[in-house]
């Protein structure tokens, strides 16, 4: 079945740098990719999501980039602000029939 | 109710005893999923539903069971609780089954088992 690793575990950036979360997957069927934001003591959220078919997607600082022959997929925050520390989790889905996978997680700090 | 909520919000429970966990989503949403995360672990599937009257197995089914007789309603059950079954315990659901589309979570249960 599809694995799903994730890196780092753990990040801190300086507010106003960058951060990148990277993920990579085992199953070539997998298409779909989605990202979830997880704030401490809440549920997570949908952030951005991307489909085999493209190879980035971004929605204001956040943008997510996919390797299909890597099988890589990464997760970009540019400008990144107090707000942003979470935990972040990465997903693959195979295919329509399968249930999606998650990463480990990524625990964000934003250091002031 | 507006969206996916969990009941109870947390609960110590003895070994060995019965538990149910309930989840309600009132977006009409065709399937339904239950997620344990643990420390370190992430998200791991337990049981999910496509649909009513539907039901399969995840990553981590086993000690937990089941049922979804409606569309709103899918309940998780312990029946002989474990220490190793301490964790945040996550409802969600979505318009689409397999997994491919946005899921929306429930604020969760923290389960401890002594």
């Known amino acids: 079945g599809e694995n799903v690793e994730q890196h780092p575990s753990t990040l801190s950036v300086q507010e106003g740098d960058s951060a990148v979360i990277k993920c990579t997957y085992s199953?070539?069927?997998?298409?779909?990719f989605p990202w979830y934001k997880q704030e401490l003591g809440k549920r997570p959220q949908l952030i951005i999501d991307i489909r085999s078919n493209v190879g980035e997607k971004k929605d204001q600082r956040i943008a997510v980039t996919l390797n299909k022959t890597a099988k890589h997929f990464s997760l970009h925050i540019t400008e990144t602000q107090p707000e942003d520390s979470a935990v972040y989790f990465c997903a693959a889905v195979p295919n329509r029939d399968d249930k999606i996978i998650f990463g480990k997680g990524t625990r964000l700090h934003i250091l002031p | 109710i507006a969206g996916i909520t969990q009941a109870p919000t947390s609960q110590i429970l003895a070994a060995g005893r019965r538990m149910t966990l309930r989840c309600t989503q009132d977006?009409?949403?065709?399937?339904m999923y239950w997620y344990r995360q643990d420390l370190g672990l992430g998200l791991r599937l337990i049981h999910y539903s496509n649909t009513a009257g539907t039901t399969g197995k995840g990553e981590v089914p086993d000690g937990y069971s089941v049922s979804r007789a409606n569309t709103d309603d899918f309940p998780l059950t312990l029946a002989s609780a474990v220490p190793s079954q301490t964790s945040v315990y996550f409802c969600?659901?979505?318009?689409?089954?397999?997994?491919?589309?946005?899921?929306?979570f429930g604020p969760g249960t923290r389960l401890t088992v002594l």
């Open positions: 977006m009409r949403h065709n399937a």
């Open positions: 969600a659901s979505s318009w689409t089954s397999g997994g491919d589309g946005e899921q929306f």
């Open positions: 199953d070539s069927a997998s298409n779909y």
